[in-house]
């Protein structure tokens, strides 16, 4: 069986673990595997979760050694301008020095903090901001994605299976 490695990577605190654990334990009750729907393969998925530059090494490493498909989910907070910054100065240079070519999806999270009065000082990153950033690279997408929500967790998941399974 394929495996199929998922890197959630970013700063401490944007959401990373709120994600993987509504994945693993919402949508697969702790199993992970996903069944290719046109050929009848079946893929057995990891998630990782890195905060670390350090780790991101190791863990590409030992991945390259079982030959197995990497996605890159490159997160930051929406509603903290600063992790967008890290996301693109620190995560994404990174990435691309060390697995050039990989699929990496920027992934917005806790887009419901932006709405709320609460947090109306900070400066929200903008859409546009994502969009700009990503026509730079052809294997780089914008995502958003709130892990409060399972079907929006559902829909990423699903989104970025196909497309990089199928195209
Ligand atoms: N409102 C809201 N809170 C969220 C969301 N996602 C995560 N959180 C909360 O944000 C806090 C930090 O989330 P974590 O998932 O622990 O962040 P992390 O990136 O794993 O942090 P480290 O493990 O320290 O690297 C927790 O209190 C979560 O419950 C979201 O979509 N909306
Ligand atoms: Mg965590």
Redesign the pocket.
């Known amino acids: 069986m394929r495996v199929i490695k998922f890197f959630v990577v970013?700063?401490?605190?944007?959401?990373?673990?709120?994600?993987?654990?509504t994945y693993l334990w919402k949508l697969h009750f702790g199993y992970a595997y996903h069944d290719h729907q046109i050929h009848g393969r079946r893929y057995h998925i990891q998630l990782k979760?890195i905060?670390q530059i350090d780790d991101l090494d190791e863990a590409i490493i030992s991945s390259r050694a079982g030959a197995e498909v990497r996605i890159y989910f490159n997160?930051f907070n929406v509603s903290i301008y600063q992790t967008f910054q890290m996301a693109c100065d620190k995560w994404l240079k990174n990435i691309l020095d060390k697995d050039p070519g990989c699929n990496i999806y920027l992934l917005g999270?806790?887009?419901?903090?932006t709405s709320r009065k609460l947090f109306k000082w900070r400066k929200n990153v903008n859409r546009n901001d994502c969009l700009n950033l990503c026509n730079n690279y052809d294997n780089l997408h914008y995502m958003k994605?709130?892990?409060?929500r399972v079907q929006s967790v559902r829909e990423v998941f699903d989104f970025v299976l196909r497309s990089v399974l199928y195209n």
Do not use: F, N, R
């Open positions: 970013g700063e401490s605190g944007i959401g990373k673990s709120l994600l993987v654990d979760e905060s997160c999270l806790l887009p419901d903090l994605c709130s892990s409060l």
